[in-house]
Structures are given as structure tokens and as C-alpha cells.
């Protein structure tokens, strides 16, 4: 790496069942390694049973740089702690991957340069969704649009500068720690819950349009749904936790589709109130028809049912976790520090 003296780089990859992509994923992150560089790549398993767990042996077998690193709670905001608590020492810059994305050549060099280049403590990339089957390939067209992510900086952003929130990609490790990592009690949204926390004790979040990534959206309704589900109970979570956090683009969801709800319910008495879900039935047709015609692929028709199953499970998982769970808010005098354990205090990178 180009920088005045070599910079430690921690790359973690939380997976679970993942056998079918993570060697391609290692094999491309693993074309950033150059013998001058202190890189360090840790697979952080939270209990496979696919041979995943098998094939990283194998694999780190012949790569001294890789580590296969047991999670025992399974989720990735616990994974990625574990990896700093245990690898992070003498390191100065933590790098979180996913083994369901697709990383452009340089990734890392990318991302530490542009830490050092803009001066920012965390560094967050767009993600440019794509799919293989049908389904996929229209959940990719609409999330791309304000009508999928309400117009999110991250998602298919082109414009690079400071930022409240986006996908995780590198971090200053004394940031990261600092803030005290992610919160493991978070199984969706623990991204944007530790952005609340960096922001408020005066770190800054640099969108790097140019340094993208693919993500592969889920290829279900029903798998779409949960996904969603558990985004929005992750939400509500953060706006409870970081009173002043919302966002008027997440709030939009739940608000219209429970006047949908009401105004449903209510038709009864008042018939009139039907022109609303009307016009947002209308309304997902449109955007399935335009993006069918756009992309020049029938695939494009299920774009609006895509729409439909993000807005109504969002909402769902925001509206229940409101009701149904206790958050108690956070502020910056509360914060602990991630701390090293022994193993993380002679880590060698």
C-alpha cells in the first residue's frame, strides 16, 4: 500500500453456511496482499455445517495471512467484535466484508487510501445490487430507485462525500473501538446503530462513491420479507436507542402503510378512503411496467411485488418493535471501549 509507512489492515468476514462464495470472496480480497503489506484476514464462523469451516482450513493451510475464527453467537455484529477483541491489537485499520458480495479489484488499498486521503475515521461504499434469478434481478432494478431505498446515498449512490450512514466497509480501528464496537444485542441495523454512536462522539462517515461493491438480494418473497422484517425491527431499535435518528424517508413507510391498513378497514364506512391503497397499487404497477420496459425484461413485473414486500415488512418490523420491545437510550457518557482480550494483546499482524 502507498502510504509513508505500512499500514496493518484487519479484514474480517463473518460467515454462516457460505461454502459456495467464500473462496471467491478470499481469493478476491486476497489480490490486494503484496509481501509489503501487514494484512491480516480473519473468517469469523458462526457454526457452519455446509463446509464452509472445512474448505477455510484448507485454504488457510496455505495462506499464513488467513485465520478461521469460531463465533460462537452466530451473528455478525458478535463476529466482528470477536475479531477485533482477539486480532485487533497493533492494527490500525479494521476492514468488515461480506461473503455475499462481489469486491472490485484493490478493495482494501482502496478503502485505506481513501482514509488517509479524506481524513475520515470510517469509510462506507454503495452497494450496486444484482441477481441471478428473476426475482433478484427486479428486487436490483427497484432498490436502485427512491421508490426501493427512498433515495439512500449507499444504495446506487453516485456522489462521494461525508455522510450520516452507509454500508460498512473500513474503519479507523481506534474509532471503531472507541464507540466500542457494534452492539450485539442488534441483529439487523447494528450498521447504522454504531454510525449513531461514532457520529455523536465527533467521528466522520466518508462515502467513497467510487469504491462499489455487488450484493445479491434474497430470491424469495418470503426470504425478502424476513429480511425486511428484521430491518425494521433494527430501526426502531436505533430510533429508541438515538432519539433524533430517523430519517423522513423511513418514517414515510410505516406512516403509509398503516394509513393503507386504516384506510382498508375503515372503507367500510367511508368507501372514498380506497383511493389511496388504489393509487399505491397503481403506483407499483407503474414502477413494474416502467422498469419492465426500461430493462427491456418481463423480469421487471415483479418489481412492483418486490416494492410492496420491502415497504409492508419494513413497516411491520418497525411498528411491532415499537410496541413490543424496550430500548433505553444511549448517550456518549455512557460509552465503554471495545477492549483487547489476551489473545488480541499478542496479535502480531
Same mark, same amino acid.
Not at 31 to 41: E, I, K, Q
Not at 66 to 83: E, F, G, K
Not at 327 to 349: C, H, K, N, T, V
Given at each position: 500500500?502507498?502510504?509513508? $509507512?505500512?499500514?496493518?489492515? !484487519?479484514?474480517? @468476514?463473518?460467515? !454462516?453456511?457460505?461454502?459456495?462464495? @467464500? ?42 495471512? &488467513? ?7 452466530? @451473528? ?58 428473476? =426475482? ?21 449512490? $453516485? ?34 446503530? &454504531? ?25 424469495? &418473497? ?14 426502531? $431499535? ?23 391498513? !386504516?384506510?382498508? !378497514? ?7 378512503? =380506497?383511493? =389511496?391503497? =388504489? ?11 416502467? @422498469? ?6 418481463? #423480469? ?15 413497516? #411491520? ?33
Amino acid at each position: 500500500m502507498s502510504t509513508e $509507512r505500512p499500514r496493518s489492515v !484487519l479484514v474480517v @468476514i463473518p460467515t !454462516l453456511n457460505e461454502d459456495a462464495h @467464500i473462496e471467491g470472496v478470499i481469493d478476491t480480497l486476497a489480490r490486494d496482499l503484496d509481501p509489503a503489506d501487514r494484512v491480516r484476514m480473519v473468517v469469523a464462523d458462526g457454526g457452519s455445517t455446509d463446509g464452509t469451516v472445512e474448505r477455510v482450513r484448507r485454504l488457510a493451510a496455505s495462506r499464513p495471512w &488467513l485465520t478461521l475464527l469460531p463465533n460462537p453467537q452466530r @451473528i455478525q455484529s458478535a463476529a466482528v467484535n470477536l475479531a477485533v477483541r482477539t486480532m485487533g491489537a497493533n492494527v490500525d485499520v479494521l476492514v468488515r466484508c461480506d461473503a455475499h458480495a462481489d469486491y472490485p479489484a484493490g478493495f482494501v488499498r482502496q478503502l485505506v487510501t481513501t482514509l488517509e486521503r479524506v481524513g475520515a475515521d470510517a469509510v462506507v461504499v454503495p452497494m450496486d445490487s444484482q441477481g441471478r434469478n428473476c =426475482l433478484q434481478r427486479a428486487v436490483a432494478w427497484v432498490s436502485d430507485t427512491p421508490l426501493g431505498s427512498g433515495g439512500s446515498a449507499h444504495r446506487g449512490g $453516485r456522489r462521494s462525500g461525508f455522510i450520516d450512514h452507509g454500508h460498512h466497509a473500513a474503519f479507523r480501528m481506534e474509532s471503531f473501538r472507541r464507540a466500542g464496537g457494534y452492539d450485539e444485542t442488534f441483529t439487523h441495523n447494528e450498521d447504522a446503530e &454504531l454510525d449513531c454512536r461514532q457520529r455523536a462522539m465527533g467521528s466522520r462517515i466518508y462515502l467513497d462513491a467510487d469504491i462499489r461493491i455487488g450484493y445479491s438480494p434474497r430470491g424469495t &418473497l418470503r426470504g425478502l420479507w424476513r429480511q425486511y422484517f428484521g430491518y425494521g425491527k433494527g430501526r426502531a $431499535r436505533t430510533v429508541r436507542k438515538h432519539r433524533g435518528s430517523m430519517r423522513l424517508r423511513q418514517l414515510a413507510v410505516p406512516s403509509f402503510i398503516g394509513a393503507n391498513a !386504516l384506510a382498508i !378497514l375503515a372503507a367500510v364506512w367511508l368507501p372514498w378512503l =380506497l383511493l =389511496l391503497p =388504489l393509487a399505491y397499487g397503481l403506483g407499483l404497477l407503474g414502477a413494474s411496467v416502467g @422498469i419492465a420496459a426500461q430493462r427491456r425484461s418481463l #423480469c421487471g413485473l415483479w418489481s412492483g411485488p418486490a416494492a410492496f414486500t420491502m415497504h409492508a415488512a419494513w413497516a #411491520c418490523g418497525f411498528l411491532w418493535s415499537m410496541v413490543a420491545l424496550r430500548q433505553p437510550p444511549w448517550s456518549a457518557q455512557q460509552a465503554q471501549p471495545l477492549l483487547f482480550d489476551e489473545r488480541g494483546m499478542r496479535s502480531e499482524p
